[in-house]
């Protein structure tokens, strides 16, 4: 069995209600310049910690306009007004978009490298500021991933960044965050973080490992995603959502994505479609064009995510990928690049630029050409 590192954050708390342990927390480490990073919608969760850490003497600025796809000039808008309040501890309270700024904030708040320069993997020289991850989607898992993402606007290109500084010092993981999420962006999220397992549990470099948390995910997720869209308070399904979600995340740093994140990352560069959707769009085409790869292992997908068994592994893995399209349809998901906005013509751009992303499509298990990235676009009109 090949060596494997996971790298996680050094607390993890996962429950219903776990976020109440955390001004407890903060307090006993001394910290008192608290910079926290959310979106209006989130922020109202965050007011009754607040008022408990003002009370104590904690000093906290919040900045709340994190956005859906945020930029690389965005960012340093962001880090300027941290470095001015003089932070000494940052927390993020949010969707994937909001935790994957707030490492970033973290890492280079009192350092001198700029975020074009640790692009990639292992770039990042150290972070010396403590940083706590709040998920309030059950969608990217950053909460407890070494990955984070941002918009590069002059390549129109999502750019990812990874190392172990970006691990999170410690996650509150509380599936009560999630219950006022709505149901198209619980759906989207939801298939994102299937998109995780499926991706990691397929890649050229999967692992037993990580095998055990991708399928454990992709039964959680596949069993209860429509359960939370059509009722979103049903805090069982918010639960499962979450853990499975989290389960994705732990997949992330040791194994990672490949070609539908790729493949997704010209849709959210170019068009700002929303990271989930892109990849719900395009996990069907991608997973039959992966399952000559390994057939016994996408028909243990289809048998995971609920699809019935076939006559063979052939037509239980081609169940799976009609199940999860099927899934999709039921949770209002569009289906075709056509039906978002995407105009035909933008192929040949979004085939080179996904072709860009190589630090994913290296762990595709089969090998990916433009042609075939050129043929997967093309099939979605």
Known sequence: MKPITLLQPAKIEFGTGCMNRFTEDYLSLGYKKLFILTTPPVKPLAQPYLHTLKEAGVQTEIYDQVVAEPTVSGFYEILEQARSFGADSVIGIGGGSVLDTAKLIAALINSDQRVEDIFGTGLLKGRSCWMALVPTTA???????????LLDETEKLKKGIVSPFLVADVAYVDPALTVTVPARITAETGMDALTHCIEAYTNKFAHPVIDMYALEGIRLIAGNLLRAVKAGNDIAAREALLLGSLYGGLCLGPVNTAAVHALSYPLGGEFHISHGLANAILLPSVMRFNRPSDIRKFAKIALACGAAQGADDNE???????HITRLSLECGIP??????GIPENAVDRMTEAGMKVTRLLKNNPREFTPEDARKIYQELF
């Not at 239980?316 to 990928?321: K, S």
């Not at 289906?335 to 978002?340: A, D, G, K």
């Open 335 to 340: 289906t075709r690049l056509s039906e978002i």
């Open 139 to 149: 969608g990217t898992g950053s909460e407890v991933s070494p990955n984070s993402i």
């Open 316 to 322: 239980t893995a081609e169940n799976g990928v009609a």
